[in-house]
């Protein structure tokens, strides 16, 4: 049995290291404590229960002695003991949330922890623990003796109740209904750790209104922290602009580290929609000195539409100075790259036109996606036009879809030709509707004889090309959706060739 | 589950069982399904413990010596079997492994039975897995209650170094924080095993040490309401150390003005008030701010406002005040009525307190909150001296659960002014004893220490 006992206690010992070095969520210290909760459990299933004397240097099992420590800063023995533990008693049927908040507990290492006073908040049900009184012997306290003289009290007695207007003998109904039971729940669940650290937040700052005392400062610095690490992003906010409008400190300048930003990965996928948002408005108090870390992080970021708040709130804060991150612009980092043109292109600053044109060549077309989608925001069509002609078919699509979206009718032309452009054919279906897309966008009044031209006439490039055309151009001509374009329809519906009618009746549903 | 939460269990299948069998025929599934899982939950306990005991001592119920507190969540259960105790005169029920369904259906019926005719009832059926002993006139304090001057003990040493904290505040030397916690700690674990005791020594006031006597009276009383209304250890041990420290703005104000003698001008009203806000400056200089810290630092700011949103320091609607500052509001204006000071050496007897907390509740007090604190304290709490019918005068040393106007009195003077060491009665049970009023016990040359410690 003995054997098994030691092998519980080093893989306490151990799980309490990791965790010290680590926290409780990381998966190496989920690693050590999950074996440490199996012995632990099976032996308490066979022998019902384990207990452990604490001595000053050491832990004993059935007067063995364990565990032996005597380096103090280190001994799990000696930081019980010097709180007063004397005995533990782990009992079966032990949880795996209470092993957890006992690991919790005893990983605490700083001397201000008080261990006894710990492990008893834990209320647990299984892990019962003796802990030594401090005997006081200079406790001869006196009963006080209570004299009142020369006051009539019963005068006096009448006196108060006239004064309180009190009527000692209405009843008091003391009774509880269900609905005041409720009620009474529902204000303690309210007095959450969250909620107390916001009233006193708040309490701290309207004394910030007149009292700068170092103390008031010093305890909404401490209290930044606990919000940060606590994702409570609200009331960091909160902190930061008080800081800074009251005592005219910087109280974020602390926190514009790499490192630190680099973390806000941890939780930026996953925190909630309302503390994102919390988070995103207390990171637009960052100064540019952290615009670059935050380009760093943004990688991290998952989801799309996360991403797209955070480059914005970046960009607010880069609106006043963007050469930090311009650096950025020759990285071999693509997602770099393409953050920093995100982020660049929700600027007010015409330059970043010029400075992204180097990148129109650049040889990853991801990049040269985030260029188009830069030049959009400039309205920079002619330099989107160029990209049609591109290598590759997503930056080609996504110049298309560009175009389309801006008025830019100077490409009309070079669509035409395009389409009747023999490489038209072998290009996929996406690419070759964004094409008519952009055509109907930018066309000009003689659309629509064209688009009637590719559905009813042209023969030009074989049986295969001649049915794509005529779809594209009836829809387009759905998308046009004038009375002009809607009679033609309707009349290729009426036509004897399978293909236009086909093409006519599918547009017409559109 | 922890032995607490099994007592819990127990004492509610107990109660659901004797409701059962008062209702339904004894075939009925409602009563074998509910004595068949109470049956159950016995038989597993009793693989663990060698027998499962139930003992009545004053107001408090024990289960294999965890004392069940009365909280909101089965509050019924536990004040019927503790009633039904008290009214059959049953010390301790406990029972043996072995115990069957059947055995427990009886027990159930016998104990329909009035204080005469059980006994006899209870013999009769010669149960084998159940025993009974019963309370005398006067009752035995459990072997595991036997060091009553526990509680004293420990209420003392709160006060040492709630004295000691303040003090060295006052001089600008550094606390021990360490002390203050296991203060409250020790007090938490008192609590729970005597209340009454505890809440006792709260009535015993002190003239010359005021300032201590109160913090930690408040921060006594704080914790008993919040028990009452199922505080975890954790929130218990959070508002006991604010209830403390409530005050703590004082050491702040110059001394000669909090000992002033006569009464405060407006203008020196308007330090005072101050001591809030100085409050909160010392909890960040004592506490830090853990989470005990932000709720004493709560406490101390918001322990003036009112229910209805008055009181100081001025504060607008949008900020609500916390639970822990509405108990402690209670708890310190109630101390405060009930203890004599320089300005006001003659205070309320606590029954007007009582009235007052109940008449301001809604406007000062959070109503809720005030039901709570008088449910727990009675009509009549603890201390409070009596005019009784037959001519006698009584000291309140008890409450019994659910009769706030009929708590337990020790007769202690006759109305002759002459000191006696009277019996102890409990008005819920013995209804031939009335009370004409509440006085000051100096009307009766009686100092309630010398009976309630």
């Not at chain 1, 032996?68 to 032990?94: C, Y």
């Amino acid at each position: 049995m003995e054997i098994i006992v030691q092998d519980i206690i080093r893989q306490l010992i151990k799980s309490i290291k990791v965790i010290q070095l680590y926290g409780i969520n990381h998966p190496s210290a989920r690693q050590s404590y999950q074996p440490f909760f199996e012995t632990l459990t099976g032996f308490l299933k066979n022998s019902g229960q384990i207990e452990l004397a604490i001595e000053q240097y050491s832990i004993s099992h059935d007067n063995q002695v364990i565990y032996q420590e005597r380096e103090k800063d280190i001994s799990i023995a000696f930081r019980l003991f010097r709180d007063g533990v004397r005995n533990i008693k782990i009992t079966d049927g032990l949880e795996f949330d209470e092993m957890i908040l006992f690991l919790e507990v005893m990983s605490q290492a700083t001397r201000e922890q008080d261990i006894a006073l710990n492990l008893w908040e834990c209320n647990f049900s299984h892990i019962d623990f003796y802990v030594i009184e401090e005997e006081d012997e200079d406790l001869n306290y006196e009963l006080p003796v209570q004299e009142i003289k020369n006051i009539d009290l019963n005068a006096k007695l009448a006196n108060i109740i006239v004064k309180e207007k009190l009527d000692m003998n209405e009843p008091i109904d003391l009774t509880l209904s269900e609905a005041e039971l409720e009620s009474l729940k529902t204000q303690m669940a309210h007095e959450s750790r969250e909620a107390s650290l916001s009233v006193a937040i708040s309490t701290l700052i309207n004394f910030l209104q007149h009292d700068k005392s170092p103390e008031i400062i010093d305890s909404l610095t401490e209290m930044l922290a606990q919000c940060i690490d606590q994702h409570e992003f609200y009331n960091a906010r909160l902190i930061v602009v008080s800081l800074n409008e009251y005592a005219k400190i910087n109280a974020i300048d602390k926190y514009e580290k790499e490192n630190i930003i680099l973390d806000f990965k941890n939780f930026i996928n996953t925190i909630s929609d309302e503390n994102l948002n919390q988070f995103l408005a207390f990171i637009s108090l960052f100064s540019k000195k952290s615009l670059s870390y935050f380009i760093r992080l943004m990688p991290s970021v998952q989801r799309t539409e996360r991403l797209e708040k955070l480059q914005d709130n970046v960009a607010y804060i880069a609106q006043s100075d963007y050469q930090p991150i311009l650096i950025f612009l020759q990285s071999n980092n693509t997602d770099l790259i393409i953050n920093t043109i995100a982020v660049l292109s929700r600027l007010d600053a015409e330059e970043i036109v010029g400075l992204l044109d180097p990148l129109c060549d650049y040889p990853r077309p991801e990049v040269r996606c985030s260029v188009i989608q830069a030049f959009e925001v400039f309205k920079q069509a002619a330099r989107i036009a160029h990209f049609i002609g591109d290598e590759e078919a997503m930056v080609r699509i996504k110049a298309f879809q560009t175009l389309t979206v801006l008025n830019y009718p100077a490409i009309y032309n070079r669509l035409i030709a395009r389409i009747k452009s023999r490489v038209f054919i072998d290009l996929e279906l996406t690419e070759q509707k964004e094409t008519f897309n952009c055509l109907v966008a930018n066309g000009g009044q003689g659309l629509i004889k064209i688009l009637k031209k590719m559905l009813f006439r042209w023969v030009l490039f074989g049986r295969k090309r001649y049915r794509i055309t005529r779809k594209l151009a009836a829809s387009a001509l759905a998308d046009i959706n004038t009375d002009e374009s809607r009679a033609i329809l309707e009349q290729g519906m009426k036509k004897r060739n399978p293909t236009v009618k086909q093409a006519c009746e599918s547009a017409l549903k559109q | 589950m922890s032995i607490y939460s099994t007592g819990k269990n127990i004492i509610s299948l107990f109660y659901a069982l004797e409701k059962a069998v008062q209702v339904y025929d004894l075939r009925n599934d409602v009563v074998t399904g509910t004595a068949k899982k109470f049956g159950h939950i016995l038989r597993t306990l009793l693989n663990i413990y060698p027998q499962v005991e139930l003992v009545r001592y004053r107001e408090y119920v024990f289960f294999n010596k965890q004392r069940l507190r009365f909280e909101i969540d089965g509050y019924a259960s536990l004040q019927f079997i503790h009633d039904k105790m008290k009214q059959l005169r049953i010390r301790s029920l406990i029972i043996l492994p072995g115990i069957n369904e059947e055995e427990l259906i009886l027990l159930c019926l016998a104990l329909k039975k009035n204080r005469d005719e059980f006994p006899s009832e209870f013999n009769a059926k010669r149960f084998a897995y159940v025993r009974i002993e019963y309370t005398d006139a006067e009752e035995e304090t459990p072997d595991f209650l036997a060091d009553g001057q526990r509680v004293k003990r420990i209420y003392f040493k709160a006060l040492k170094v709630t004295k000691n904290l303040m003090n060295n505040l006052w001089k600008n030397q550094s606390v021990d924080v360490k002390s203050s916690k296991r203060v409250v700690h020790s007090l938490v674990n008192a609590l729970s095993q005597d209340e009454f005791g505890l809440l006792a020594l709260t009535a015993i006031k002190n003239f010359d040490e005021y300032t201590y006597n109160h913090s930690l009276n408040v921060g006594i009383l704080a914790l008993a309401l919040a028990q009452r209304i199922g505080f975890s250890k954790k929130s218990l041990a959070k508002i006991g150390t604010a209830g403390i420290l409530h005050d703590i703005g004082k050491v702040s104000i110059p001394r000669d003005l909090i000992y002033k003698p006569t009464r405060l001008s407006e203008q020196e009203w308007d330090i005072l008030k101050h001591h809030s806000e100085y409050g909160v400056k010392q909890i960040i200089k004592t506490r830090g701010l853990d989470e005990t810290g932000i709720t004493s630092l709560i406490v101390a700011y918001q322990h003036h406002w009112n229910y209805d949103f008055s009181g100081y320091p001025f504060h607008g609607k949008e900020t609500l005040q916390s639970t822990f500052a509405k108990i402690v509001r209670i708890c310190d204006s109630y101390d405060a009525m009930t203890t004599a000071r320089i300005y006001q050496p003659v205070p309320y007897i606590p029954s007007i307190a009582i009235r007052v907390i109940w008449k301001l509740s809604g406007q000062c007090f959070d109503p809720l909150l005030a039901k709570v604190f008088i449910q727990l304290l009675g009509l009549y709490p603890i201390g409070s001296c009596l005019e009784m019918s037959d001519s006698f005068v009584g000291l309140v040393i008890g409450q019994n659960e659910g009769y706030p106007t009929q708590p337990t009195v020790k007769i202690v003077a006759t109305m002759q002014k002459d000191s006696i060491d009277g019996p102890i009665i409990d008005l819920s049970v013995d209804k031939g004893h009335k009370i004409i009023r509440a006085v000051y016990p100096q009307q009766y040359n009686i100092n309630p220490a010398d009976h309630l410690t």
